[in-house]
């Protein structure tokens, strides 16, 4: 992968191929996991109806990522608090008003399964600095 990450060719396939190669792997694997699951039973629905799978992919906003971007999905069953579905979600670029970090989406996840923490992780110093709130689940995330 990290030849991949400076852009360059792996036995003949084009960096931004082999990316999307990887990523859609991931992604088969991760659909294969769930239905199992959902053909599995458990209680009156099926496993999955009491899964919750993050996947967070290990491609930042570019190469020696900043982590100002990571694309995450969540796949979840019936019995599981959920985060808005089919939705693309954006928030504020960094150091500006709204602003959420991945602390902020751990805590969103912990508060949404009973665990209310105030902040999962260290706070960001540089967003301290300007006065912006890091702390609680990011308000309508999950149901």
């Given at each position: 992968m990290h030849n991949v990450g400076h852009?360059?060719?792996?036995?003949?396939?084009?960096a931004s191929e082999a990316r999307s190669?990887?990523?859609?792997?991931?992604?088969?694997?991760?659909?294969?996991?769930?239905?199992?699951?959902?053909?599995?039973?458990?209680?009156?629905?099926?496993?999955?109806?009491?899964?919750?799978?993050?996947?967070?992919?290990?491609?930042?906003?570019?190469?020696?990522?900043?982590?100002?971007?990571?694309?995450?999905?969540?796949?979840?069953?019936?019995?599981?608090?959920?985060?808005?579905?089919?939705?693309?979600?954006?928030?504020?670029?960094?150091?500006?008003?709204?602003?959420?970090?991945?602390?902020?989406?751990y805590t969103s996840i912990l508060n949404?399964?009973?665990?209310?923490?105030?902040?999962?992780?260290?706070?960001?110093?540089?967003?301290?600095?300007?006065?912006?709130?890091?702390?609680?689940?990011?308000?309508?995330?999950?149901?």
């Amino acid at each position: 992968m990290h030849n991949v990450g400076h852009g360059r060719t792996v036995d003949n396939v084009p960096a931004s191929e082999a990316r999307s190669i990887i990523n859609m792997q991931h992604l088969k694997i991760i659909s294969n996991m769930i239905e199992k699951l959902k053909q599995t039973p458990e209680g009156s629905g099926s496993m999955f109806d009491n899964t919750f799978i993050l996947y967070i992919t290990d491609s930042g906003e570019k190469h020696h990522s900043e982590g100002l971007e990571f694309p995450a999905v969540i796949f979840s069953g019936n019995n599981i608090p959920s985060a808005k579905k089919g939705m693309y979600v954006r928030y504020p670029y960094y150091l500006r008003e709204g602003h959420k970090t991945l602390g902020n989406f751990y805590t969103s996840i912990l508060n949404a399964f009973g665990n209310p923490i105030e902040h999962y992780g260290d706070l960001d110093i540089n967003l301290q600095s300007v006065k912006l709130d890091q702390r609680g689940p990011i308000k309508g995330l999950f149901s």
